[in-house]
């Protein structure tokens, strides 16, 4: 606590909301204060970007007002980000305000599908999986609904991403199959939940924790309605400790900041095979002696995502030859 008469104490905190420049900060305590930027470090963290939610902070106290207030002093570094930029197609300045930070300090990424209605589009996901693996953040794949097949089906679709590493989490949040494994996987963690509306992320949510999903798509909404994701944007607090994120707009998870060249490292069944195709440039679609045709033929590594991977990189090359 501020003892009486002495000038600035730094408290540590979590940025759990951020709107328009007021950061909502949970002490250790539990309490909240709502701080601003000083001017000077608005200033300074123009080129860095702004504090976000899941940013850790140390903050001071500003004495005499009604309620908690006070100023960030310093944002503590961060782990990882979820930063989203403008397409690369409508911008002509590659500068570093293009990218945008959701969210800090991410424990893990929980990639929510449904089994059917929508249909799941892999593709989809091997672009999300990039922006991960670039990173380093935890991905978890979620299969929801599962009422409306079988288990052994969803596990069937999904087990190319098995096979590479990723976690299956096989829900429904009809039956509450799997929920108490959601539960226990949000527990005390910063998770970020992305999925395609429709998918079931309310309802699962819902299933943990009765009226989270409802919090969650209300931040959401008010995403949709144009107000700007890192002006509104949310870290909602679980019962059992630890919060949820909703990344509203996953199209904006763009490939910032990553070299067609170099897309390869970032699918993590291709990435050590890189080494040994006899080309340093190879672009693995018919070199000779590239290591990652060989591994497809052999059927070590699966066909489809080094298609994705290829569909991914002529996209991305399309959009960096439109910027310039
Ligand atoms: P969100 O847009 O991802 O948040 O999806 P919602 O939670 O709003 O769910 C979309 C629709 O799918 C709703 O009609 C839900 O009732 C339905 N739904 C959600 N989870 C399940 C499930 O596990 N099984 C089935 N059969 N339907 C589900
Ligand atoms: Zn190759």
Same mark, same amino acid.
């Given at each position: ?15 759990? $909301? ?49 309620? &908690? ?11 990882? &980000? ?41 593709? $989809? ?11 380093? #953040? ?34 429904? &949040? ?7 494994? #959601? ?17 079931? $992320? ?18 959401? $909404? ?95 090359? &399309? ?6």
């Amino acid at each position: 606590m501020l003892e009486p008469g002495r000038g600035r104490l730094s408290i540590e905190g979590l940025i759990v $909301k951020a709107i328009s420049g007021f950061y909502t900060v949970v002490l250790a305590d539990g309490s909240e204060v709502i701080c601003r930027l000083p001017g000077r470090l608005k200033q300074e963290w123009q080129q860095s970007g702004l504090a976000a939610v899941g940013d850790r902070v140390n903050i001071s106290l500003i004495e005499g007002e009604d309620e &908690a207030a006070g100023l960030v002093e310093e944002i503590l570094p961060r782990r990882n &980000a979820l930063s989203r930029s403008r397409p690369v197609a409508h911008s002509r300045q590659l500068a570093s305000d293009q990218e945008q930070v959701l969210v800090a300090n991410i424990d893990q990424v929980i990639f929510v599908f449904s089994l059917r209605k929508p249909a799941t589009n892999l593709r $989809k996901l091997d672009r999300m999986l990039v922006v991960t693996e670039k990173e380093g #953040l935890p991905a978890v794949i979620c299969v929801n609904k599962i009422d409306l097949g079988s288990e052994s089906e969803a596990r069937a679709e999904f087990q190319v991403y098995a096979d590479i590493g990723y976690p299956l989490l096989l829900t429904s &949040a009809r039956t509450g199959a799997g929920v108490a494994e #959601l539960a226990a996987l949000l527990q005390g963690k910063i998770s970020v939940l992305a999925g395609s509306s429709g998918v079931g $992320k309310s309802s699962l949510l819902n299933a943990v924790q009765p009226g989270l999903g409802l919090k969650i798509s209300q931040v959401s $909404k008010a995403t949709e309605k144009g107000l700007h994701t890192t002006r509104f944007a949310e870290l909602i607090p679980l019962e059992r400790g630890g919060y949820v994120a909703d990344t509203p707009g996953i199209r904006g998870w763009a490939l910032y900041d990553i070299e067609p060249d170099e897309l390869d490292g970032y699918f993590r069944e291709i990435a050590p095979l890189v080494a040994h195709c006899q080309f340093s440039d190879c672009t693995h679609e018919h070199e000779p002696g590239c290591a990652v045709q060989a591994a497809v033929k052999a059927g070590k590594i699966a066909a489809e995502r080094v298609e994705s991977y290829h569909r991914l990189r002529e996209e991305h090359e &399309a959009l960096m030859r439109s910027a310039y």
